[in-house]
């Protein structure tokens, strides 16, 4: 008997994540991660600079990261998956088992999740265990900041499975993710208040709300995120325009990989 | 083993049945209306030049491809309506795919074996055994991303035969492998006929086919041509063509008197000493040419066929094919 689709799910989930394991991205990501903990812990007493006092400031500092960590997880962990199936041709090996495309998606998909949220919870761990043994206090804040960024990495890991989903080069996927959130979306964020629009639909603008919640208001357009000056984005609709992207992009990832040919 | 409780619930199915199959890339017509079954326990070769139609035959009936009309179904289950289901049954090695290379072939074969629902006591009773099968068993904990292409294959193989399918679609099977390997392969394939599978086996090489099929579907521009047994098919060629050797060269008259003898169609001179004849009448022909050649004082060394009856069966309807 053919196993269940949630029991495929899982089986593609499990060997995905086994590819990320066993190679360098993880790794990688992981060094990164240590790196910026480490630069923000360490420089300051370096440079004879104090700490901030209080545990928003203080992980303030590393959450205008996050949104740069959360694109690159999305573009390491997501962008490639399907497009490799094809330009790799895995899925010779792959798609002739008796299993729906829909399914090795949503495999995939969750593999892709539950290794960016790992490398997300890393950083924000980091940044909370040296926020309690610096200032010696935590606050909800920092925790909702960090719900905020698994949020912001469902919408870009929905949007990279579209593009995985409809390119035929891992590389122009890879760059094009990337770019997307670096770049195209913070310019269109950034232009858009000059024609009088609020940007609350672009995601990197709406992940305003990471570093907002913990009393940064003042939100700049940087690498992998941020609105542009006088836009705050609401915490609520932010979420819901990271739903949005992240159901829109599974959802027409799977559509279109259902639908595309193994001709090459 | 589940392939064997599946089998009983496909058995009433005829295990290939492509029903005015059709595919098209644009203006490019892959498949014309391709009408072809294959009942259980029949080895078929599926023979044709590049671009023939053979691969986008059989990545249809594996769900890899849409066709522009027409049905394939497997053991009576249309595969474009329940891929599942029409997939549980059969095992496919598909051009030379590519692996994981971060998992070992013990691994892959795992992988394959929890989507198809294998109980990992199965999947390790049977990598076992298909790894052996291939040659690859001392190679089972190597990451794959240190495989040749031919030991590759022998993966692609393996994960073929890991859940005993009822039916095995192979495309090109002993590309990429050495000699012995080919040899090997051969070995497998005729022990699964053996065991009474149904095998649907595309090939360039027409000696594979003789050897390991029982009948064969010749296909061109994406036409069926021919579709009979190999045996009936080999028997039914009417014209062969033999390489031979005399003592001395033929001379000029020798080879305007021999073009003259019923029977030959075509004579090639391949150097001084020897022709290439082609010639008609079967084994008839072939005896009426050779008895000319003594009675006329040719020295005759060797005269021997010049590849199989098939084989210029199937160029015959290829050239055929090709003029029209």
């Not at chain 2, 040419?289 to 066929?305: C, H, W």
Request: net charge neutral.
């Amino acid at each position: 008997m053919t196993p269940s689709p949630l029991a495929q799910v899982i089986t593609v989930a499990s060997y995905e994540i086994r590819k990320y394991i066993r190679g360098r991205r993880l790794l990688g990501i992981l060094i990164l991660v240590g790196l910026i903990l480490a630069l923000f812990i360490g420089l300051p007493p370096a440079l004879s600079i104090p700490y901030a006092s209080t545990p928003n400031a203080f992980v303030s500092t590393f959450a205008t990261f996050t949104g740069l960590l959360v694109v690159l997880s999305g573009v390491l962990f997501a962008a490639d998956a399907l497009v490799s199936e094809h330009e790799k041709r895995t899925g010779y090996f792959l798609f002739p088992n008796p299993v729906r495309r829909e399914v090795l998606v949503l495999g995939k998909i969750a593999a892709s999740l539950i290794v960016s949220a790992a490398v997300i919870s890393l950083y924000y761990g980091g940044a909370a265990l040296a926020a309690l043994a610096i200032t010696h206090s935590l606050t909800w804040d920092v925790g909702l900041s960090y719900v905020y960024a698994l949020a912001y990495m469902l919408a870009v890991v929905g949007v990279a499975y579209l593009v995985s989903a409809t390119f035929k080069s891992t590389v122009a996927a890879t760059v094009l993710t990337f770019f997307l959130f670096t770049l195209i979306f913070s310019i269109v964020g950034a232009i858009l208040p000059a024609a009088k629009i609020d940007p609350w639909f672009i995601p990197t603008s709406a992940s305003g709300i990471i570093t907002n919640v913990l009393g940064r208001a003042e939100v700049r357009p940087g690498p992998g995120g941020g609105a542009s000056v006088g836009f705050v984005p609401d915490p609520a609709t932010s979420l819901l325009v990271f739903l949005a992207y992240a159901i829109v992009g599974g959802v027409l990832a799977i559509l279109w990989f259902r639908r595309r040919e193994l001709s090459s | 083993m589940q392939s064997q409780k599946g089998a009983k619930s496909v058995a009433n199915g005829v295990p290939v049945n492509l029903e005015g199959l059709g595919k098209e890339y644009g203006h490019f017509t892959a498949l014309k209306s391709l009408n072809l079954t294959v009942p259980a326990g029949t080895s078929l070769g599926f023979l044709g030049p590049n671009g023939a139609g053979k691969s986008t035959t059989i990545k249809i009936m594996t769900n890899l491809i849409r066709p522009s009309r027409g049905h394939a179904t497997l053991f009576g289950i249309d595969v474009r309506q329940e891929p599942t289901r029409a997939l549980a049954h059969i095992g496919a090695v598909i051009e030379t795919p590519e692996f994981y290379g971060y998992l070992s072939p013990l691994e892959t074969l795992a992988y394959a074996g929890r989507l198809r629902g294998m109980s990992s006591k199965e999947i390790e009773h049977r990598s076992e055994a298909v790894l052996k099968e291939v040659k690859l068993n001392e190679w089972a904990d190597h990451r794959i991303q240190e495989f040749s292409k031919g030991m590759k294959q022998r993966v692609a193989i393996a994960q073929a035969l890991l859940h005993e399918p009822e039916l095995l679609v192979l495309d090109e099977p002993t590309s990429g492998l050495d000699p012995r390997g080919m040899a090997e392969v051969r070995d497998v394939i005729k022990a699964l006929k053996g065991e009474g599978r149904t095998i649907f086996m595309s090939s360039h090489l027409l000696g594979e086919v003789q050897e390991v099929c029982d009948d064969v579907a010749l296909l061109n521009h994406g036409e069926l041509l021919i579709h009979g047994s190999v045996r009936d098919l080999s028997r039914g060629s009417d014209t062969s063509t033999f390489q031979t050797s005399f003592l001395r060269p033929p001379t000029p008259q020798d080879l305007e008197a021999l073009a003259a003898v019923p029977g030959i169609v075509e004579i090639k001179n391949e150097g001084d000493s020897t022709i290439d004849l082609r010639i008609s009448g079967g084994e008839e022909g072939q005896a009426r040419v050779l008895e000319a050649m003594v009675s006329r004082g040719l020295k005759v060394i060797t005269y021997r066929p010049l590849g199989s009856s098939l084989e210029q069966l199937y160029l015959d309807r290829i050239q055929e094919s090709d003029r029209l």
